[in-house]
Nanobody, 123 residues
Framework: QVQLVESGGGLVQAGGSLRLSCAAS????????MGWFRQAPGKEREFVAW????????YYADSVKGRFAISRDNAKFTVYLQMNSLKPEDTAVYYC????????????????WGQGTQVTVSS
């Protein structure tokens, strides 16, 4: 069983930066594609970014491309989301997710989820 715990959320002014972390338990972290999703009130949970098992490939939603960067450290069983140039529309609960199969933007194809961490960007 895999457990994911996000941290690093908080309140930041527009234009600022935050770095989210997702710590994974379990023995097979390097076997998972990892993704970040976010959900704002009244909206569907939406894809943000994914990274392949060894970190060789990444992909971003258009809304965050050029501002966010996903990375992972398999030795530390951790995936990160560096968020720069934050905008009020980035305000959401951010979720870390693990996928046992192939990279995808589809939330239902991820097998494990963290509890989420709140990111609030003020204007």
């Amino acid at each position: 069983q895999v457990q994911l715990v996000e941290s690093g959320g908080g309140l930041v002014q527009a234009g600022g930066s935050l770095r989210l972390s997702c710590a994974a338990s379990g023995r097979f972290f390097s076997s998972y594609v990892m993704g970040w999703f976010r959900q704002a009130p009244g909206k569907e949970r939406e894809f943000v970014a994914w990274i392949t098992q060894s970190g060789g490939s990444t992909y971003y939603a258009d809304s965050v491309k050029g501002r966010f960067a996903i990375s992972r450290d398999n030795a530390k069983f951790t995936v990160y989301l560096q968020m720069n140039s934050l905008k009020p529309e980035d305000t959401a609960v951010y979720y870390c997710a693990a996928n046992l199969y192939a990279p995808t933007i589809v939330r239902t194809q991820y097998n494990y989820w963290g509890q989420g961490t709140q990111v609030t960007v003020s204007s």
